[in-house]
């Protein structure tokens, strides 16, 4: 086939991308990627590949390497120039991280690492085993097995961790067009240029001045004069999470980083506050669903992992329930009795854990972005109780009418009479109220006592609300249906 | 008290704010600018008011507003500088926003405007009533009825309807200097001076330059020699969470947005992805737990709105439930004769449900993320399958020790023994194999047919499985335990 009918190809698809929607065509966009590059590569057209590839991002070139032999990824990752090598090396698996520095030479493992920043190669040597990470250290300048090892003493999750340490500073009495200047030289190196930091001697952040600000300000102004005094900065013990959040909460494009005694020691930067916010939210999710938080792709993982990540869970939520079950034995004489009540039992349970759910996330997602505070307790309690008291009533009020005209009328139930009804009506509402209030004062209790408010959601909130539901349903019944007593 | 009893408080409280984490922090500070200010504006010190908020970041002001009265609130707004006030406004809540329309002066209307970009002036009309709209469009300039009207065709959760129009576009021919200085007289009212756009007559999108390579980049070099022209481009009518998912995936600062005709019409910036990600990320939370998502915070959403985001699926929820219950009706009679199975129903149903639900929210983050299409539904399945087998296992293992040496041995429950046990076994077997199956699989037939694949978390899989574990539950109890049959 070849060039001529690949370009008659891709004419033909061009039409069709208009009708895609953006994921299909960027989806569509990378397999055409893909295709393109193993015919080069098949064909060793190794310059055409390479110019290809130039022209690609990143996180695209990475997701190509999935596709690939180990030999063809060295192949290609010596293809790439430098720069793009190191972005593109970021963006790969552990496994193909650890492969490429493994069989690398030296010196094309140094010249990675002089295009990598100390934040992602520490990031590396964290998911690295203790032979790989003394490689990449041997082949590290003295410089840089320095700032490495002190990002390496940060803790996970913290400020420090997730820093950079490449950013521009300048002096207070620099002008515009020193500064200017000064970057032009530097800037190259650094990760942003587009907030640059102004210290002290004694390296103190005394302010910043941002690149739109130098460029629209006079060449002989002095930094002191534009700069912003007034710094929002986090420090190096901060949890990563809370840092995302301010991203969202002022919209920043960079935050700077300081020590104990207030020195600037870094910057994060908002794509890396952006990754965290999503790692956050998968965590969220994944507690939210009674599962240990993971950050492997799910189609990546093995099986034994996912069942390990599930399991335990399973495993005490299933002996939680266990509980519930003694209840049923105990009233075990009044069911044999009235045996209808049972065919009631999974709906109670089941609208019991929606309505507990329902308020638990509500205010595990308002912790999460502090918008509720344990100070609020009462005021969320007193919200909830008037909600359930209003969906109480409701499903009640439908529930008797369904039992009566459906069970009783229509398919001539004759074990449902008006008895039942009420029984399965004031039940519900009870149980809604209980559950609602379950639900919404567990994540905050949870949070008080410096549990993570997530873990209190469906799963936990069901459990516990199941056993309300019951006794709430045996102790209403034994009021009103004379054969339980 | 004043200055210096103030001043002596601060110094007090510097102690102890670093015990605190970053939140709480913020938190506090927060709190302590609200009490500065209240005082001062209770003082008619606005002067210092005025000083002192032109230091605060807009988020910050705009919660101090929540503390104020109406008549407060528009004192405030009026002390701040123009540009401030415009980022203040932005940040208030729409009934804040409402009755700063209807009382700022025409004259004062038209300077707010000004200050405004056109995307954030077309975001608060979409939240006002008509009478609002008509003052806003009135005070506004013919140009900016234009562009605002522009917007405003674009449908809600758009490109075209979160993309800004005030960006920055340079001519090919113009040198790096030329573009310097171009930025100098036109950047001040553009929304990000960072990424320049580079256009051919037709307005066509032919590159990008970003401020970076503009700083580092010889005076002389013209721009057509340093623009990237591979751009990635979105179009009016992408869908915004998609495009947010890019700036995760692709680390991007800004996107630029082109019409049918490949024009240039407008860029998005990274803060507005943070923002829609963070929207749809609760939109998904709450669709999980079955809520109808709401974008007002839970504190300030009125109790008759929370019902009414909650009911529907609840009354849903507890009519499907209802079928699980006809199950058991139909077996009623063979639950009489061995009432101790009923006692296994809570348990059994609910670590279906928990199986069930913990396969489905990681099938529909998977899908949310881009890293599960529906082409891998048999690969999805078979990896759920096995995960299945060795989480039933694990738990029908664990449930029949727990009901022979607990149940039957310890608390010598008569009517237990190993038909019982191996019955609760094997349902828990085939119940989370089934509870699986049905959550992996459920999302992304939702997804195929054009359905959100959020709805199809806990709470229906639950309410599916409920009636799934049942059956089985009745079905093997009938093989193995004599007396039901």
């Known amino acids: 086939m070849e060039e001529r009918d690949l370009l008659l190809r891709q004419d033909e698809d061009e039409i069709e991308l208009d009708e895609l929607d953006l994921e299909e065509r960027i989806q569509e966009q990378q397999e055409r990627l893909v295709e393109k590059a193993l015919l080069l590569l098949e064909n060793k057209q190794y310059a055409d590949l390479r110019e290809m590839l130039g022209d690609a991002e990143p996180a695209d070139i990475a997701e190509f390497f999935d596709e690939l032999t180990e030999k063809q990824t060295l192949v290609i990752y010596r293809l790439l120039p430098k720069e793009l090598a190191a972005e593109v090396f970021i963006e790969l698996d552990p496994d193909q991280q650890e492969y490429l520095i493994r069989v690398l030479s030296e010196s094309e493992l140094k010249e990675t690492l002089d295009e990598l920043y100390y934040d992602d190669t520490a990031d590396v040597i964290e998911e690295m085993p203790a032979s790989v990470v003394k490689r990449i250290l041997a082949a590290a300048s003295p410089e840089q097995r320095r700032v490495i090892n002190e990002l390496l003493k940060y803790p996970e999750d913290s400020a420090g961790s997730i820093m950079t340490t490449e950013f521009v ?106 990754d965290v916010l999503q790692e956050e939210t998968e965590e969220d999710f994944a507690k939210m669903a009674a599962i240990t938080p993971n950050d ?31 209840i049923i034995s105990s009233f075990e004489n009044s069911l044999a009795a009235v045996p209808i009540l049972t065919a009631f039992i999974p709906m109670l349970m089941d609208t019991g854990g929606n309505s507990g759910s329902q308020a638990s996330v509500t205010v595990i997602r308002g912790i999460s972005l502090g918008q509720v505070e344990f100070r609020d307790f009462f005021k969320v309690v007193w919200k909830e109780i008037r909600v359930s008291v209003l969906c109480g009533v409701t499903l009640g009020t439908a529930a008797l009418f369904k039992v009566m005209l459906v069970d009783h009328l229509l398919m001539k139930n004759a074990d449902v009479d008006w008895n039942v009804a009420v029984v399965v009506a004031l039940t519900l509402l009870a149980t809604i109220i209980c559950a609602k209030i379950i639900g919404c004062s567990l994540p905050l209790l949870a949070k008080r006592i410096g549990f993570d408010p997530a873990v209190m959601a469906s799963p936990f909130i069901t459990t516990i609300v199941d056993a309300v539901s019951l006794l709430v349903y045996f102790t209403v019944a034994k009021q009103f249906i004379p054969q339980m007593r």
Chains 1, 2 share one sequence.
């Open 169 to 274: 500073r300048l002096k207070k009495d620099f002008t515009v067009g020193e500064s200017l200047e000064f970057i032009r030289k530097v800037g190259i190196d650094k990760e942003t240029i587009y907030t640059c930091y102004v210290t002290d001697p004694q390296n103190h952040l005394i302010g910043i001045v941002t690149a739109k600000e130098l460029l629209i300000s006079p060449l002989d102004k002095k930094i002191e004069d534009i700069m912003t005094e007034n710094v929002i900065y986090v420090k190096t013990l901060d949890d990563q999470e809370q840092i995302a959040f301010m991203f969202s909460r002022y919209d920043f494009l960079a935050l700077p980083v300081v020590d104990n005694e207030d020195r600037l020691v870094g910057i994060i930067t908002v794509d890396d506050a952006i």
């Open 296 to 326: 492997t792709e799910y189609m990546k993982t093995p099986v034994i992992r996912v069942w390990a990540s599930r399991i335990p869970w399973l495993l005490l939520l299933m002996i939680s329930a266990t509980f519930t079950g003694l």
